[in-house]
C-alpha cells in the first residue's frame, strides 16, 4: 500500500464527560448523537446500514449506482473531490469510477487510523489518483490545502444523510462553511433523507433484531467506559419517535425507575418514563431542503429514488 501524505490537523479528544454534563443540564435532558461513535458504536452502527428497515444506505447506494454517470458528468472534468467524514470512502468509489480527469481526492475524518486505511485502499485502487488524507474534525473550520494540479471545481461530498443529524440553525451554519471550503462556483454533492409515512421512518429506528436499541443504550455504555460513571444501563429503554411538527425522528433513553445519573459532580435525578434524546434525524423535503440551503447554495441537481424516500443532490455555491 503506498505512504499517502497525510495532512493531520490533530483534532480535539472529544469532552466525553464535559458535553454530557452541559446537555444533561438542558431541558428537555439530552445527550449529544455525535458521541455514538466509539468503536462499539460504530460497528453497531454498521449493523444498522445493513438491517432490513433501515432504508437509507442500500436506497442511496441504489441511487448513486444508477445515477453516477450523470453525477460525474455534473461535477466536471478536472475537479478535486473532498469527503467530509469520509469514514471507510466506500460510497465514494461509485463516483471515482465515473469522474473525467479528478485532480484530486482529500477524504477527510477524525479517526487518523481508519483514515489512513481507507486513503490506501483508495490510492492502491485508483493509482493514478492524487489522494491527500486530512486528519480533522470536518465539523470545524479549516483551511485545506492546494491540490498538486489547479481543479476545475472544488466538490464536497457528505453522504449519508448526515446533515439531518444536524439541527435546522446547525445545519445552515455548516452549510456556509462548505460553500466557503469550496469557494464561489464549487459544489457540494450530499445526501439528504427525505419526508414519508411515520410508520416506515420510526421502524427504520426501532428495528425488530433491536440493534439500534443496542446503538443507542451503548451511548451510556460509553459514558460508564470512559468517566466511570456507573449508569444503570438496563434502567433505560430504546424509543424512537416521529415528531411530525418537527419533521424529525428522535431517538430517546426512557427510564424504567426512578435513576441517579452522576456525572462530573452533578448528579441528575430521573423520575421513572422520564427520557433522555440522544438523537434527532431531520426528515426533509425536496422544497425544505432548498430552502435550508440557500443562504449558501442553490440546488442544481436532484436524483432520487422510485419512491422518493431518500435523494442525492447537487448543489452550488
Ligand atoms: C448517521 N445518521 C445519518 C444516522 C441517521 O439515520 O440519522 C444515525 C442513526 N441513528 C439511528 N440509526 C441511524
Known sequence: MPQLPLLDLEPQA???VGECTAAMRASPRQLPCKFFYDRRGSQLFDRICELPEYYPTRTELAILHEHAPAMAARLGPRCLLIELGSGSSVKVRKLLDE???PVGYMPIDISREHLLDAAGQ?????PELDVQPICADYAQPMTLPEPTQPPQRRVAYFPGSTIGNLHPDEARRFLARVAGMVQQGGGLLIGVDLRKEPAVLEA?????????AAFNLNLLHRINREVGAGIDVDAFEHQAVWNGEASRVEMHLVARSDQHVALNGDTFHITVGESIRTECSYKHTLASFASLASEAFEVVDVWTDARQWFSVQYLEA
Open 14 to 16: 472529544d469532552d466525553v
Open 99 to 101: 469522474l473525467v480527469d
Open 122 to 126: 483508495i490510492a492502491d485502487a485508483y
Open 204 to 212: 427504520a429506528y426501532n428495528d425488530a433484531a433491536g440493534v439500534t
